[in-house]
């Protein structure tokens, strides 16, 4: 799992799977967002999996599913919102963490 830092308290990567999970909260993290859509290609795990595993290892969820450019803008502010709310440090992920990415530097302008 390619997990990339972006600052003090965020991180994104790609799609990890449900027994990643348990190794997401050993290498510290305490929340995961997940901003991938079910259903983006065969095979994928549904956000429903992805949410026990994660629940189960102890880390905080949320899901804000990204689509394309148009949702990034209009859910810069959940975005924000949900990294005040969540303990982290966070995970972000989406198929590749190029859409995470974009969301966080959206959601920045959002942050006021």
Known sequence: MDIR?????????????????????????????????????????AWKELEAAAQDAGLQTQFIPIAGAEDIEARK???????KDMPGPVLAFCRTGTRSGMLYEASRSADG
């Open 5 to 45: 830092q972006i600052d003090e308290n965020v991180s994104v990567a790609g799609q990890p799977t449900p027994a990643e999970m348990r190794m997401v909260a050993e290498q510290g993290f305490r929340s995961v967002i997940g901003n991938r859509p079910d259903g983006e290609e065969p095979g994928q795990p």
């Open 77 to 83: 502010d959940d975005f924000a919102q949900a990294l």
